[in-house]
């Protein structure tokens, strides 16, 4: 089934964003803040349309991916205006509008939920600038391409490594992303599935910690403390991983399987310390490479070749691939 179709099943409600992401505050050269200013990068010669870049988080996915973009835009002598919301909704609307104003050809478009991939598209397409998405799906509107992973099928390998580990029974707990993103639903139907192939895996908590490392360290301390028979963790993302290790190691319960998905650098060393069992590592360097390959084309009236789905191989990460994953850079320069 496509990424399409199984959000055409579940369309995400629009929710509040509250918090900046707090993982690593990794903003690469060319990002501005949130105030609606943007500055150049890549080295336009000028005759050139700049390329829009919409983000909606900081943390080292976004951070490798604008890196990837970078590189893309400077090897093709175009300059790009990249905008990060930082967690706001509204904020990534008036970006958008900011950057149709300044003339874009393209735009490369990071949702941050439904409310703002919806009105963000939607102003794109009455601009008839082409859409480049990546990561997150739009909620609405005429995208050319998505250029993302298959969080359903990541989901599903990520907890049936984690059901691996535990010898097909125990207790686990699950720490979920932002409610009714597409992320989120998509990550729990994956896991579900193997969860579904394992009866004696019992979830005895699922909570919420919206893929804030911060906010999953003070939710996990509470699912320690009502859960003393806890053998595993599925954290729906890399940051809310590493917030489970911290507040596991605090609680002084070790041992704990955690499982992730994403393959920040940091959880490589996580893993490499024993603290994070796995994750499936995904590829945002070479997504954010794409997105600016594939806006160029669009720009040049080649958006009808482009694949409507580019979705990018994923690969678990543990300990016994390790030093191998961090040699693909995955993450770039980050890794």
């Known amino acids: 089934m496509s990424i399409q179709n199984r959000l055409n099943r579940r369309r995400p409600t629009a929710v509040a964003i509250g918090a900046l992401v707090?993982?690593?505050?990794?903003?690469?050269?060319?990002?501005?803040?949130?105030?609606?200013?943007?500055?150049?990068?890549g080295g336009g010669d000028g005759g050139k349309p700049k390329i829009g870049v919409s983000m909606s988080f900081v943390n080292q996915f976004y951070a490798a991916a604008q890196e990837g973009m970078e590189d893309a835009a400077a090897e093709q002598g175009y300059e790009?205006?990249?905008?990060?919301?930082?967690?706001?909704?509204?904020?990534?609307?008036?970006?958008?509008q900011n950057l149709i104003s300044q003339g874009v050809g393209s735009l490369i478009f990071i949702q941050l939920d439904a409310a703002s991939g919806g009105a963000s598209v939607s102003q794109a397409n009455d601009a008839d600038i082409p859409v480049i998405s990546v990561d997150q799906l739009p909620a609405s509107g005429d995208y050319v391409t998505y250029i993302g992973s298959d969080s359903v099928a990541m989901a599903e390998q990520a907890c049936?490594?984690?059901?691996?580990?535990?010898?097909?029974?125990?207790?686990?707990?699950?720490?979920?992303?932002?409610?009714?993103?597409?992320?989120?639903m998509q990550r729990t139907e994956g896991c579900q599935t193997s969860l579904d192939a394992n009866p004696d895996i019992a979830v005895v908590s699922t909570t919420s910690?919206?893929?804030?490392?911060?906010?999953?360290?003070?939710?996990?301390a509470n699912v320690l403390t009502a859960n003393e028979d806890l053998?595993?963790?599925?954290?729906?993302?890399?940051?809310?991983?590493?917030?489970?290790?911290?507040?596991?190691?605090?609680a002084g319960r070790s041992g704990l399987?955690?499982?992730?998905?994403?393959?920040f650098p940091a959880v490589y060393d996580a893993i490499e310390k024993g603290q994070v069992s796995g994750t499936m590592s995904q590829q945002p360097y070479n997504m954010g490479r794409l997105a600016v390959e594939n806006a160029?084309?669009?720009?040049g009236g080649?958006?009808?070749?482009?694949?409507?789905?580019?979705?990018?191989?994923?690969?678990?990460?543990?300990?016994?691939?390790?030093?191998?994953?961090?040699?693909?850079?995955?993450?770039?320069?980050?890794?």
Request: aromatic letters at 4%.
């Open 257 to 263: 399987s955690i499982v992730t998905i994403d393959g």
């Open 22 to 41: 707090a993982a690593s505050a990794l903003m690469l050269a060319g990002c501005s803040s949130s105030d609606g200013g943007g500055s150049g990068t």
């Open 296 to 299: 160029i084309s669009a720009m």
């Open 209 to 220: 910690a919206d893929w804030d490392q911060n906010k999953a360290v003070s939710v996990f």
């Open 80 to 96: 790009l205006v990249v905008l990060n919301a930082q967690g706001n909704s509204s904020t990534q609307v008036n970006q958008v």
């Open 302 to 335: 080649d958006g009808s070749e482009i694949p409507k789905e580019q979705i990018q191989e994923s690969i678990l990460v543990t300990k016994d691939n390790l030093e191998e994953a961090r040699a693909a850079k995955y993450y770039g320069t980050q890794g």
């Open 160 to 184: 049936a490594y984690l059901a691996e580990l535990l010898d097909g029974q125990g207790n686990i707990a699950i720490v979920e992303g932002i409610p009714a993103s597409s992320t989120q």
């Open 231 to 250: 053998q595993g963790v599925f954290a729906q993302n890399d940051d809310m991983a590493l917030g489970v290790a911290s507040a596991a190691e605090t």
